[in-house]
């Protein structure tokens, strides 16, 4: 290993360290006592940049795109044991067999069409990775993600009709919203369906979706730097 990749694990490691240092003091804060999942949100960051951070001992992962992860995690993850890539970002129906080749966890079903795929896909011999599901708690028109008015139906055609394999459930608050009012009403629908996933916080407000219940948080930019 050169000086400066020397010098890159070292800096990736401290930011590393920094993150997990403060999910452990929100999990202290809000007296709970089991683990939050890290994702280091790796969108738009080339392999020379997210390599540091594997260095460092970061093995979870998150995409936005599926080709943009299919062009650079088969090599990553055949370098290194126990990288667990998650998808969190839009999926189409026509990118579903590369998706489910790669990707261990699914954070964005969201509609009966992608739902009815994913079964047949599984009725067909694929593996399928474990799925949350998005929901659009501010409503937002312009954002994915199933109502809140319409959660627990659409629960319901993914766990009872079709079986699919639900961990949770994941939003993304409106950027001019604060936060916290979004998470209580994910943790609240997961919780009347019986489902502990949490998938929500991001860089910015991370923290307060731990005091609110977060299972995995989904952090870019406190770990990678900011995306030109």
Not at 167 to 175: A, E, H, N, Q, Y
């Amino acid at each position: 290993m050169s000086s400066s990749d020397t010098k890159e694990v070292g800096d990736a490691a401290r930011r590393l360290g920094d993150i997990r240092a403060r999910v452990a003091t929100a999990l202290a804060g809000a007296g709970r006592h089991d683990e939050v999942t890290l994702v280091a949100v790796s969108k738009t960051f080339d392999a020379k940049e997210i390599t540091p951070l594997i260095d460092a001992g970061q093995r979870v992962f998150g995409e936005n795109r599926v080709q943009e992860a299919v062009a650079k995690w088969p090599a990553l993850k055949s370098q290194t044991e126990g990288i667990e890539l998650h998808l969190i970002g839009p999926l189409q129906t026509n990118k579903l067999k590369q998706a489910l080749s790669l990707f261990d966890v699914i954070h964005t079903l969201d509609r009966p069409r992608l739902a009815h795929a994913l079964a047949t896909a599984r009725d067909s011999g694929s593996r399928l990775p474990r799925l949350f599901i998005q929901v659009n708690t501010g409503e937002e028109p312009q954002k994915a993600g199933v109502l809140p008015s319409d959660t627990d139906r659409f629960i319901g055609l993914c766990r009872d009709e079709l079986s699919l394999p639900i961990d949770g459930l994941m939003c993304i608050p409106p950027v001019d919203e604060a936060p916290e009012r979004h998470f209580l009403l994910l943790a609240d629908i997961a919780r009347a369906n019986g489902l502990t996933g949490l998938s929500m916080g991001m860089s910015a407000d991370f923290e307060t979706a731990i005091r609110c219940g977060a299972s995995h948080v989904r952090v870019g930019s406190a770990l990678f730097g900011s995306r030109s």
